[in-house]
């Protein structure tokens, strides 16, 4: 796998921004609220018989719209669907990023929207490998395949859990304290980890309810996860503060990076720090944390 590649699977994805791709009114300026990634929806957010203006919508939009830092994802129709081929045709001819698949149960499931995406960038004359991937685990069997799907792909970057239709397989529903989605949570993370991806948390659906969004996008990060799904701009900034690391963590980390290279080049494996004990596993995440702290603005 190129080193290009590995860059743009690792980019910084705290918020994932759900967008109707079928109305201009919406996807026009979504940008401006600053988030991670933009999130075209073609799949539950579009009627059966609006699939076609939806995709013209989109493809419009991709091809004229500076979107700037903003990350370009294609939510496509699921494979049981007569609608998911032309979706990647035209979310890959209009130049998004990544796409993303629903309801992924199967390694299978990737290979078969790889080997499509790869047909259209070559038809497009787009270079091999431009377009990502991202899987949705949506069931119980998704769930359970979880490292299966992780490592289908070298284009796949991350998965993400669709809380809904996952409570619906469990014969559940979703509650405030989100005990019915902790099994996956924990699962997803774990299998996430194990193959190098990324990890994403599912939308937390009560757009008024601003405190307990606080409160479970401060749990899901605490258990690991790069980021969260939203479905309101006004979730943006809580994401990002959440996830933005504090002053102190800021300075640790530089020690970290700082004394780890040093220590290296010595010879030496194991060290303190600050009254911590510290060795080469904390490099990683001293990066990371210092580069989540450039991405917010705290640190140049």
Known sequence: MGEA???????????????????????????LYGPDSLMFDLEDAVA??????????????????????????????????????????????AGCDSIRLPKTETARDISILEEEVFKAEKEFGIEEGT????????????????MEICTASDRLFGIA????????????????????????????IIAARAAKVQCFDTVYTNVNDLDGFRHETEMIKQMGFDGKSLINPRQIPIVHGVFTPTDKEIEFAKKVVREIEEKSA?????????????????????RRTLEMARASGKLR
């Open 5 to 31: 590649l590995t860059d743009k699977k690792k980019r910084l994805r705290r918020s994932m921004l759900f967008l109707n791709a079928q109305k201009p009114s919406l996807i026009r300026d979504a940008y």
């Open 48 to 93: 059966e018989n609006q699939k076609d203006s939806a995709r013209f919508s989109l493809y419009n939009a991709l091809r004229n719209i500076d979107y700037g830092r903003s990350e370009k994802i294609v939510r496509i129709n699921g494979l049981d669907t007569p609608h998911w081929r032309e979706d990647v045709r035209c979310a890959v001819a």
């Open 131 to 146: 377009v990502l991937l991202m899987a949705a685990i949506e069931s119980a069997r998704g769930v359970i395949n979880c």
């Open 161 to 188: 859990l669709s809380g809904g239709d996952y409570t619906k397989d469990l014969q559940t529903t979703l509650s405030p304290t989100g005990v019915e989605l902790m099994g996956a949570r924990q699962h997803m």
């Open 266 to 286: 010595q010879g030496i494996g194991v060290f303190t720090v600050d009254g911590k004990m510290i060795d080469i596993a904390f490099y990683d995440g001293a």
